[in-house]
């Protein structure tokens, strides 16, 4: 059987304390995972965040960092922590507190979607859970750790920008939300800036509601210690076609606001690091 992929890793080649990360654009799929699904591929994809890997070119131009998933986020979800599991996804898994993601479907092993209800034709063993995570999800968050540390070690600070996308939302939610973990991952005045940048560069943003972050940022985020995190939530619409499959009119303008974010953020980042190093 096939091994699910490790993540594609960007070192930090520029001036910026910045890493990002692409926890659920992943989208190598091995048959066997294939097969387990009712729905087949197709089933599975709906979970993608899409094309939000090729969102980031224009970071990683400017000397970004970046930690990149291939492994399908239908196999294991490196936005959640390994103890988030479904018991009806996975045979024998401790039935004790299910946190509320799991509860809802979308655990360590998504259980199911709005569109196509539950996706596996059966459970998988504990054996193949640990398998998932030690071929997928602990090198994500290993790279992630690995990457930081390099950035402290070079400027005394970091940002992790944790970038994803969402489908077209209700009404009254903004096509950008940032989330800080309710004010535990980032300083204040950083989901502050981010606001101001993406308004300046056109997109209303919200901050936290609905999506206040998950566990990327909070297993990353120190920002007593110097490192700061931040989830970016992207309305598809604003970057890819009609059928919200392909790059649409807007995608190299979306491209830009993660450039931005980046860019103006890590700069702000070492300026308040050199004042504070300073007094």
């Known amino acids: 059987m096939s091994k699910l992929p490790s993540p594609i890793i960007h070192e930090p080649r520029g001036d910026l304390p910045v890493l990002l990360s692409v926890p659920h654009s992943g989208r190598e799929y091995p048959d066997w995972l294939i097969g387990l699904a009712v729905g087949g591929k197709r089933a599975l994809a709906v979970l993608e965040d899409p094309l939000v890997d090729r969102l980031v070119w224009r970071a990683l131009q400017r000397g970004c960092g970046a930690v990149i998933a291939r492994a399908p986020r239908a196999a294991v979800d490196c936005n959640r922590a390994e103890d988030e599991v479904d018991p009806s996804v996975v045979d024998g898994a401790r039935r004790g507190r299910v946190s509320a993601r799991a509860r809802g479907g979308l655990g360590i092993v998504p259980a199911r979607t709005q ?3 539950y996706l596996w034709r059966r459970a998988i063993t504990p054996r193949q859970l640990d398998d998932r995570l030690s071929q997928a999800h602990r090198p994500y968050h290993e790279a992630i750790e690995s990457q930081l540390a390099l950035l402290m070690d070079r400027f005394g600070c970091a940002l992790l920008l944790d970038c994803h996308s969402m489908p077209p939302p209700p009404d009254g939610i903004p096509p ?17 800036d981010a606001m101001t940048i993406a308004k300046r560069l056109g997109f209303e943003a919200g901050l936290n509601d609905p999506f206040a972050g998950g566990h990327v940022i909070e297993r990353h985020a120190r920002p007593a210690n110097g490192v700061h ?24 303008r979306v491209a830009t606001v993660v450039e931005t974010l980046a860019v103006e953020l890590g700069q702000e980042l070492l300026g308040r690091r050199y004042a504070t190093a300073a007094e």
């Open 229 to 252: 995190a931040l989830q970016v939530e992207i309305d598809r619409r604003c970057y890819l076609d009609t059928k919200l499959m392909k790059p649409g009119r807007g995608f190299d």
């Open 115 to 117: 569109q196509d209800g």
């Open 176 to 192: 950008i939300v940032f989330g800080d973990c309710r004010g535990q991952a980032a300083d204040a005045w950083i989901s502050a």
